[in-house]
């Protein structure tokens, strides 16, 4: 049997880390490098940084397949498929930040034995424009599309495999869809420009999925529906699905808000105003900051008042902050006065020094001693498991529970006599 390609990761993040060990796991010999060499170190002896279910345990089981490094010049010896997996960011203009991915192509020089296979979310015509620059080198696109807190399955289970190139790295674009051949997904093998277009088109879609149901919501609260059996009549039309449909407090996370954006400042850069867009992130902007009606709904002023957060991160099984709710929500409420208790199973100690004043609690309980309202803001499983009805009711100074995500029991807390504010029911 022929011995499987090596590959070689640039930037060690959650993608550029979930994607060495996963191809790891496939048998393949991974070089990853970061510039950073105390991260380099620990990934050394087996730690892993973030909080993703599978990953510890694919890093350590493949650790002898696993090489992380600060030298490029190990992975250029070593690797010909380079996969760019560095973070492109924001800037203040809503453009993506491509300094990294710059800085990447800089060094990889002009080999013509050495592909890029970027991952890194980039916009569309980042590929034509290195390309032009460094014409020997091969490029392919290969989005990635993988949710944080199930990555490995994900990366696994594709639900597609995105590979694209133009004519001169069909040979590399061969070798990367070999990669892919045993995990059984469709392998979508088009153009460059097309690539990267189906990357921000599918986020940017989702992303309006949400805030097309979270307006649904906040329809139905004034017209007295109720947004979850809305959504369980929509999802069933094969056409729409059921998924995404989940009404809250708006979308976060490192990918959404930042696709979005970008696709939106890409169009107008373009000469065309995607209007659709703007709206998506207008109503996000306002859907986070929708529970501080709520709460006022039935405090009044919120002076004085202590209001428990559950939760941080922007969905459960990750510690990732970016963007989340959590954040919007703690500024806004302490701009009203409130002063703010926030507890997290796993990041309420990572992200103190970006909760403003806020306190940070060692567990649920202690967040809720003592509050006048709570706001579930992550829906971790835990959250749903206190005793609500006992011990949750007595330290609570007042028995108010506005459920970011419809994820608590409401008749059981309504019958425990607390009053229950969803959203969108
Ligand atoms: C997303 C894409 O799903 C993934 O394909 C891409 O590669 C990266 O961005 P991720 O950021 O991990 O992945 O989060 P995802 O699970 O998609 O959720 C994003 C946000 O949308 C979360 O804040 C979540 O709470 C919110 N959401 C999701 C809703 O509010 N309602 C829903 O129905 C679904």
């Known amino acids: 049997m022929a011995a499987k390609e090596p590959i070689g990761v640039i930037g060690v993040g959650w993608v550029g880390l979930c994607t060495a060990a996963a191809f790891a796991e496939l048998g393949h010999e991974v070089v990853a490098r970061d510039i950073l060499p105390e991260k380099v170190e620990s990934l050394s002896r087996g730690e892993v940084p973030i909080h993703e279910p599978g990953l510890p345990e694919l890093v350590q089981r493949n650790a002898e397949r696993l090489t992380f490094t600060t030298d490029i010049a190990d992975i250029l010896d070593r690797t010909r498929l380079l996969f760019c997996c560095v973070d492109t960011p924001p800037t203040y203009s809503g453009d993506a930040d491509l300094s990294r991915v710059e800085r990447v192509v800089d060094e990889l020089g002009e080999s013509d034995e050495h592909a890029i296979v970027m991952k890194s979310t980039v916009p569309v015509g980042t590929g034509r424009s290195i390309k032009r620059r460094r014409e020997a080198l091969g490029y392919v696109s290969n989005p990635e599309f993988l949710k944080e807190g199930s990555a490995v399955e994900d990366f696994m289970h594709p639900d597609r495999v995105v590979i694209g190139a133009d004519d001169s790295s069909r040979g590399f674009a061969d070798r990367v869809g070999a990669l892919y051949e045993s995990l059984g997904g469709p392998i979508v093998r088009t153009d460059v420009a097309s690539a990267e277009m189906i990357k921000l088109a599918s986020n940017a879609f989702l992303a309006t999925k949400i805030s097309f149901i979270n307006e649904i919501a906040n329809v139905s609260e004034e ?105 919007v929500l703690a500024a806004r409420l302490q701009g009203e006065g409130a002063n703010v208790r926030v507890y997290d199973p796993v990041a309420a100690r990572s992200a103190a020094d970006m909760l403003g004043g806020s306190k940070v609690c060692d567990s649920a309980l202690e967040a809720l001693d003592g509050a006048h309202a709570a706001v579930l803001v992550t829906e971790w499983p835990e959250f749903a498991e206190l005793d609500w009805a006992g011990d949750v009711k007595q330290r609570m100074a007042n028995p108010l529970v506005v459920d970011g995500r419809n994820f608590l029991d409401r008749e059981a807390l309504r019958e425990a006599g607390f009053t229950y504010e969803g959203i969108g029911r």
């Open 223 to 327: 017209l007295g529906a109720d947004v979850n059996e809305v959504a369980r009549g929509m999802g069933l039309d094969d056409r729409i699905g059921p998924k995404f449909l989940k009404a809250g407090l708006g979308f976060g996370g490192s990918c959404f808000p930042k696709d979005v954006s970008a696709l939106k400042q890409l169009a107008g850069n373009s000469g065309y105003a995607f209007q659709l867009l703007t709206s998506v992130i207008e109503v996000n902007d306002l859907q986070k900051r929708r529970a501080v009606g709520k709460l006022q709904k039935y405090l009044g002023s919120l002076v004085g008042k202590e209001i428990a957060l559950l939760g941080l991160p922007f969905k459960p099984d990750t510690d990732d902050v970016r963007e989340a709710t959590s954040l």
